[in-house]
């Protein structure tokens, strides 16, 4: 089994930056892709950014340019830079990874919140 613990949500005036931290445990060792997706209220969950194990990446079209996802294989851990935030950013963040033990797994979440 793979846990997920996400943290560095927060509450951020729109043009602000916070980093998002998802600590993996467990079965590491089967961990394969990761990415951050987000839910907005009333919206569907939606993939935000995404890096292999190798480390190439991809994002959604809304937040190219402005954030940036990266990974620490060395401590299990992938980060989400977010910076120029926007209120419709607002959202619950979710960690995702791909394990061969346990498929694709999520963490709990951590609440954004960008005020106008």
């Known amino acids: 089994q793979v846990q997920l613990a996400e943290s560095g949500g927060g509450l951020v005036q729109a043009g602000g930056s916070l980093r998002l931290s998802c600590a993996a445990s467990?079965?590491?060792?089967?961990?394969?892709?990761m990415a951050w997706y987000r839910q907005a209220p009333g919206k569907r969950r939606e993939l935000v950014a995404a890096?292999?194990?190798?480390?190439?990446?991809n994002y959604a079209d809304s937040v190219k340019v402005r954030f940036t996802i990266s990974r620490d294989n060395a401590k299990n851990t992938v980060y989400l830079q977010m910076n120029s935030l926007k209120p419709e950013d607002t959202a619950v963040y979710y960690c995702?990874?791909?394990?061969?033990?346990?498929?694709?797994?999520w963490g709990q979440g951590t609440q954004v919140t960008v005020s106008s």
């Open positions: 467990g079965s590491i060792f089967s961990i394969g892709p």
């Open positions: 890096i292999t194990s190798g480390g190439s990446t």
């Open positions: 995702n990874a791909i394990t061969t033990v346990s498929g694709s797994t």
